[in-house]
């Protein structure tokens, strides 16, 4: 197959890409690489500096497509709380764009990489998708935005669309900013370099961590799966973890004892995250096969950046 991947310099869009030139498609990656680093692509995918909201060069790209993945956006939540506009241009007008471009030159399907950052508190766990959305950040309702334009578009003009709803994916090669990084590559550095791990909030928060292979398997099946047409499916391990248990699981795969302080003040998030896989075993046959253990032990072996010293 022929695929579009915007924002394939980042993180799950490098491991997207490489992954499915491997199987042998044919992949085109844009990024405006804002973020992103393209040295992590293989040298098989057709990699094109740019930006989302480039409606001509987004026509150039489409064609002959069989398939886009749109995973281009601003990612970093407390970030979405300064700068909410650019959020909404990048995230929720970078999607117009795609979707109205995707209209122009006649695309069959988009996947749309969206978050489970849109469920915010919910008191049912682990969170089924007919959940009432509850977005905390700009970011949130970013992403939720955007899959109603997805699907909206998308049903308008005649394009399938089904929207994954990512939870904490984490792995090698994840960006790791130096203000807000996310927490499973920022434990992991500060523990190799003997450092503080600063914990926001109590740690009693719980979280979905789902192995970057996992995300790509997903997002793989969901290129041809029948029957997921306006399907918004959630992606995650399925298995709810404490801070305070990844604070735990960290210093006993290192063998190192870092100070850990817990910054009380700081908001951590909405206390519980775990996602319902029901959906996605059904429409994607999905099955996620690494935990957290493997998982830590996999992203430490594979990016050199955990283990460097200051
Ligand atoms: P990332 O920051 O590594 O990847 C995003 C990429 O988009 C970057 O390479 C960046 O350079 C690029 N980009 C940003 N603005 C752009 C623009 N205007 N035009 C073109 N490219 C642009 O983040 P990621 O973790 O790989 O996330 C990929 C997608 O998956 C995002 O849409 C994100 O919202 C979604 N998602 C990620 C997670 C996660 O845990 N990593 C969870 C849920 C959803």
Redesign the pocket.
Known sequence: MRFLI??????????LSNHLVQQGHTVRG????????PDTLSPNVSFIR?????RPKLWTLLQDIDCVY???????VPESVLYPREYN???VG?TVTLMEAMRDVGVRRVV??????IYGNQNEQPVKETAIPNPRSP?AVS?LAAEYYTHTIGSLWGIETVC???????GP???IPPTHP?VIPYFLRQAYQNATLVVHGDGSQTRDY?YIDD?VQALSMAANAPEINRQTIN?GSGRETGVRELTRLVLEITGKKPEIVYNIRNDGGPGRMCANLNQAREKLNYAPHIPLEIGLQMTIDNDPRIRQTS
């Open positions: 915007t924002g394939a310099a980042g993180f799950i869009g490098s491991a844009l990024d405006d690489l804002s973020t992103g680093d740019g930006d989302i909201n480039d749109h995973l281009a956006a601003r990612v970093v241009q990048v995230n970078g749309f990489a969206s978050s489970g950052a970011y992403k994954l709803r990512i939870f904490n994916a984490y090669h994840q960006q996310p789902v995300v992606i």
